[in-house]
């Protein structure tokens, strides 16, 4: 080879090596925009079934606020908020079908009109079309009764009582059902009306999740109704609802839900209940408050009264004490003044002992010569 075709060998290969290089940087840079907010590694069949796909289509159970509510012709609420999330993970959009009840958001599912009916009870899942996701949310099933009914703590106290139920949710009515066999179902079609029978004494009581109870109490019954009780001491997982003939979009959606922080969730959550809170005073939580400073009052007076007591008998006891000291310094002080009158009389006596032995001798003295006179006279 000669030197000028070695030069131009050289010179294209520099030039393809450059536009190698060039290629790989443009399809890198392209790669990284086109998935920079994917957050989930998706299998060869994962992302298949995505590519045959335009939109995941998806249905709410049409309650209203907190859970979900329309504002300018969009969703809001806690659960469009976690979908939003979890759409955040997957590279396809979500397409929301409107629908008007619970029922035939379930009837959609069945169809498969629908991919996703959000959201179901992990376990036990009632609708055998649907497989449930991985975890989304928890929450509990509350009982909404008149705010001057007392609380109950046995299951026969709603025995033969009235509870009302939304029409369809079947979940719901079985696992309060499960716990109070006894009580007399009534149905509704929404939460609202649920409440306004509550309100209006011609149902004891409604049963719902947590979530809408709060929300709607305080923001509509704020000094009418209360929670009564939660039915499940446990809290109750909720997931998303995928048909069973797709595995593939089950499996996309738990790799996206186990992306989700469990912070933002909580937030949403947390953002929902301030929001409610400020609608209105939560006299509940000032009842709960006051009864805490009532029982610390009562235990602070009957501890003071106990201290006291105490106290009293202390003193009882000091004066007792300082009483038995004095008597004792008295009975000290008249013996000390015993002994030293029997010390003088023991003394005096001693004296006259001594003046005595002193006059016999005398008389002895003077007796002999006394004697000796007699006799001579």
């Not at 012709?73 to 939003?84: A, F, H, K, R």
Request: aromatic share 10%; proline share 3%.
């Amino acid at each position: 080879m000669s030197p000028s075709h070695f030069s131009n060998y050289n010179h294209n290969s520099d030039k393809i090596t450059t536009m190698t290089f060039k290629q790989i940087f443009l399809l890198s840079i392209f790669t990284l925009f086109s998935y920079a907010d994917v957050q989930v590694l998706l299998s060869k069949d994962e992302t298949n079934y995505l590519k045959n796909k335009k939109e995941i289509n998806i249905c709410f159970s049409p309650k209203g606020l907190p859970l979900l509510g329309y504002k300018d012709g969009q969703n809001i609420g806690i659960l469009p908020e976690i979908m939003s999330l979890v759409e955040k993970e997957i590279p396809l959009p979500f397409r929301y079908v409107p629908v008007r009840t619970w029922k035939e958001c379930i009837e959609l599912s069945k169809e498969k009109k629908v991919d996703i009916a959000a959201m179901i009870i992990t376990s036990p899942n009632k609708h055998l079309h649907l497989m449930p996701s991985n975890k989304v949310l928890d929450g509990f099933i509350g009982i909404a009764t008149k705010i001057n009914e007392p609380f109950f703590n046995e299951l026969h106290n709603l025995d033969g009582k009235k509870v009302a139920f939304i029409r369809g949710q079947v979940s719901v009515q079985q696992l309060v059902k499960y716990k109070f066999p006894d009580i007399d179902i009534v149905l509704v079609d929404s939460i609202d009306d649920g409440l306004k029978l509550v309100a209006k004494g011609k149902v004891y009581g409604y049963a719902d999740e947590t979530y809408s109870l709060a929300y709607n109490i305080l923001n509509l019954y704020n000094n009418e109704l209360k929670i009564m009780n939660r039915v499940n001491e446990r809290p109750i997982s909720a997931s998303i609802g995928v048909h069973k003939d797709k595995i593939e979009l089950l499996s996309i959606i738990n790799k996206a839900v186990d992306a989700v922080d469990e912070k933002k969730i909580r937030d949403i959550i947390h953002s929902w209940i301030s929001v409610r809170v400020e609608n209105g005073f939560d006299y509940t939580f000032l009842m709960q408050i006051a009864s805490f400073l009532l029982v610390v009052l009562l235990v602070s007076l009957y501890w003071v009264k106990k201290l006291l007591k105490e106290v009293g008998k202390r003193k009882e006891v000091e004066y007792e004490l300082q009483k038995f000291n004095n008597n004792l310094e008295k009975e000290i002080s008249l013996k000390i003044q015993e002994i030293h009158y029997k010390d003088a009389m023991l003394l005096e006596k001693t004296k006259l002992a001594a003046m005595g032995e002193m006059i016999g001798s005398i008389a002895h003295q003077w007796r002999r010569p006394l004697s000796t006179l007699h006799i001579n006279v």
